[in-house]
């Protein structure tokens, strides 16, 4: 009897309430993706390349876990309270017909364990279907989707879903249950809770308001100047007079409400001076919750723009220069390309030579580069970029021009011209910064030289290219050069070698491998002659595969295979792959937790908005009856609701719009750096598509909780007003 | 005395449930309420008394019969005449009050001219030598937490009355006061009464409190059974309170013993 008492209670909540339902879901599905994050097919193919890396991201996930827990408690049991509350006069019964507290709290916790094995069958498969979408999305987005889709059932990762999931669930039930079954049955029976409502009183918060504006401007102003990198004062500062200045300034927002109205009601009628005082009580009694829910919803806009920002920041990686660098002796890669099966697969493999200026002979004069980049606007960065200049020339290095060739030939790019009195410049750090790129455009356009003074005072003096190169110049990133002079290869000969040796055979080497862009240089040193500081010896080998090869078989696995023989061959080198899989990792720790954060941000303070408005408008059903009694219509009364419902939540979003603008503004001020070239446009799409995409969110929320409301409000009759 | 009828009761019946399981409410009431007066219902708990004053507040339909005022059918009031109904022609006392805990008192006053398309600042002229005559000037301001149950229930009243309706209803007015504030409410709707000529009808079971009225319906099994007429030139409230105290005697010993 007692079971099936249970059974029927659970049916009948389960109709009653799917929003109650859909929150359950909602946390079996948060759970479930964040534990199987393991088993996702980027997260898969990335243990391969980066192993410790994702070992260290994945002892992160339990924290993110323990924090999710946090979280979907409190949506869990506002949602069991909503429950609860529409219960109550239900429980108020069972306690007079002689049923006892035990008994009761014995019958409520069955419900919930029930409920919750009901949730979970219906949510892991839910849970599942969106876990293996995200998979395959992600795979596709990023370039994955040849290496093939695996179904990622995980069962530690199910186990972890139920058990946080069952824990969170008695939890809420255990502090409301204990709650309700000690209330007096008096008390449950009055089907309407008391709302105790709170006065009034100016000056305090007036003050609170002002000191909450006060707080958030200082934020506001602390966060977008003062946050250069994550540091710990400016950081302490911008969380402490934020958070305050939202709790004040909700704390507030009820007196201001009541100045705002007594200004205005005068000249109003209808139900315009209820609807305000139905906002203010709200707000007065519910301002600590007003106030995490919008600081809820401004972590959720944060985190969805981090993960954005960094999602952008890293799938813009560079162009393909090349597939691998191989750092090894001629004879050893000689070896290794010529092998039948490996020359199938590659396209071509040319040497690249780095040199510096040789110690003694010759010295830089750089008062032609300094000269050009002094024209352009004063800034810091532009000074540091002189300050360098002006050291001693050891920072600079070199590059034949043939070999630069080659990098652009291969990639499929116009090669440099240059004649014996010309050089290119190039900097690796162009690529990352935009505007380091910017001075050096505008001042190698206004007309830089750079001049090589020999011991015997004569001097050469190259005028450069107005262009800025900055490819990368091997498979990762292994190397950033910062000041780079391209030079025709007989003066890179020069200045790299010692004067007192013979210089036309060192130039003939180069040049003879400059114009071998198809097959193997024509390799005349021998192995005992390697020497890193030399610098007519190549610095490394750069390979590059086959398009067809890559186009049939997939740019990944193509480069695993090769990957493979170069292991088997044991020699030392450098991958694209190596930097594919670091953007990877960046784009999925990064993007994808903080996103998923994010997300879970969004529905968790949307949803304890809603319930905690439905809750409200339970306890105020007996006022609506009233006004009707007074002559109030109900679509008048549909129409103040439907005002209140707006405003409320104005209230938590207007806030915390203006506290994410200025966040993710000092965000993107300070430790998220996006790409060079990344358009102001891209960037103002996202925000919108973001933004979009968030009141569409908060609409849908809306137009639930107007919908329910409405249906409430129809429901009413005059009649029933209990006497 | 004025004998304008502006409520007539004809012939109403209310039954709740159907076939053999229904239960009569009332049956065949019919009476009249002359302008000016100030009638009470009296019956036992059951008798049909509230049933009756819902179904002249709109609160509930009758099975059968008609309820005119001023010789208006209500029961064919839909929406905006039955708001209009509601919020203008009637007014309403209830025990609980029923006041708006988050509206001060002048604000709940107002309600009901506001919905009716009045504004607050016009609304507020009329609302000042009411509140005088009820004695909670001092309140105005203040929310209903902040009140004794006697302010609140003239507060609840001088909403009843704001909006200077033919008819006020009173449901039990007095059952959740203590008999001093009991005492002021009742001499303050009687002054009403008599000064003003607003009619009232109050349901009670309070025999004290029926004493204040000019005539009184008992009723009982969902019929009126028996009437009494304060005679006004000559009858004390006292004498008056002990002929209602003799027909509730009476009412315990059945029908046969009455006249």
Known sequence: MFFKQILSNIKKNRKDNGLFFATLLIAIVAFYTLLSLESQDVMRFLKTLEGDAIQKLMLLVPLIYVVSLFFVFFLVYFAYKYQMENRRKEFGLYLMFGMKRGRLFLMLMCETILNSMLSVFIGIPVALLLTESISLTTARLVGLGIIGHQFSLSPAAILGTVCGFFLVQLMAMLILSIHFCRMEPADLIRAEADIAPKNVSGKKGILSFVFGILFLALAYATGVTLLNRFEGLPTLLVLVFGTLGTFWLYRGLGTFIEHALQARKAKKSGLYTFTGRQIQENVLNQHASLAVSSLLLLMALACISFGIGMGMGRTAADARACDFSLMGSEEEVTAFVQKKENQDMIEVCYPMYIGNIYQGDYTLSATGLVDAIKKTPQNDLRDKIIENLSMDDNYLHLFPVSSFNNLLASMGEEKIQLNDNQAAFYSRMAADSPNYLEIWEAALKSGAYAEFKAPDGSSKKVELLPDVYYNNIVADRAITLSTTLILPDDLYTTLTTPLAESKASMADGIANAGEETSGMADVTKSSDDYDDNDATIPFAWNIRIKDVIVKNEGLLPAIMKMDERLVQAGLSYDSYLGGIGRNLFYTVASSYLSIYLGVLFLLIANTVLVLKYLIWQKMNRRRYLTLMMLGAEKKAISLSMETQIRLYFLLVLGVALVNSVFAIWSMFKSFVRLPAGTSLEMVALLACIELVCFVLVELLYIYIVQRKSRKEILSLHVSERPE | ?259
């Open chain 2, 1 to 259: 005395m004025n004998t304008n009828r502006i409520l007539q009761v004809q012939n109403i019946s209310k039954t709740y449930g159907k076939g053999s399981s229904s239960t009569t409410a009332l049956s065949g009431v019919s009476f009249d309420v002359l302008e000016g007066e100030f009638l009470g219902i009296m019956g036992a708990s059951g008798s049909g008394k509230t049933t009756l004053l819902n179904c002249i507040a709109t609160m509930q339909k009758p099975t059968s019969g008609k309820i005119l005022l001023n010789g208006e059918d209500i029961s064919a009031f839909k929406g905006k005449s039955l708001a209009n109904y509601r919020g203008n022609k009637i007014g309403y006392l209830y025990q609980s009050f029923e006041l708006l805990e988050n509206l001060t008192a002048s604000e709940n006053i107002i309600l009901p001219l506001s919905l009716h398309g009045v504004r607050n600042q016009d609304a507020e002229q009329a609302l000042i030598p009411l509140a005088k005559h009820l004695d909670i000037t001092d309140v105005l301001n203040k929310f209903p937490t902040q009140m004794s149950g006697g302010q609140k229930q003239r507060v609840a009243a001088a909403r009843a009355f704001i909006s200077n309706p033919d008819i006020v209803l009173a449901d039990e007015p007095t059952g959740a006061l203590d008999s001093k504030n009991a005492k002021i409410l009742l001499d303050k709707l009687s002054v009403l009464n008599r000064q003003e000529k607003k009619t009232i009808v109050m349901v009670t079971h309070d025999a004290n409190a029926a004493s204040y009225c000019s005539r009184i319906l008992f009723i009982q099994d969902g019929t009126i059974f028996h009437e009494l007429r304060k005679s006004i030139k000559n009858e004390t409230p006292a004498m008056f309170y002990e002929r209602i105290m003799t027909v509730i005697a009476q009412l315990g010993g059945g029908s046969a013993n009455v006249l």
